[in-house]
């Protein structure tokens, strides 16, 4: 299963830093995106594009998570020669992490 089946994303920039909501579809899928969708395997997903921290905040209310990427951007909308300066297209490749569970079902 892939995240994209159970939560939608959206991107926004600020100079080398990319922001990317994962919010979930239904709420009672919320706890797996905490579970699974974690800071680390999200800096492990983007590895070679995100140089930085991650963090992430978690936004019960809204059934949504939101990572900071730092350093993600090749040095921002006017730094940088990149095709997606403003990494919108890094919401998709997140989309596409699998969630399946551990033991495979």
């Known amino acids: 299963m892939k995240l994209r089946d159970i939560a939608h994303s959206r991107t926004g920039d600020k100079g080398n ?24 395997r999200v800096k492990a997903h983007f590895a070679g594009v995100v140089h930085g921290e991650v963090v ?15 350093d993600a951007l090749g040095g921002g909308v006017t730094r940088s020669l990149a095709l997606d300066a403003h990494g919108k297209s890094l919401s998709s490749r997140l989309l596409d992490l699998d969630i399946r569970p551990a033991d495979g079902s």
């Open 17 to 40: 830093i990319c922001n990317i909501s994962v919010i979930a579809y239904r709420a009672d899928d919320y706890a797996l995106l905490c579970h699974v969708v974690t800071a680390e």
């Open 56 to 70: 992430r905040y978690e936004l019960p209310g809204i059934a949504a998570l939101n990572f900071v990427l730092k």
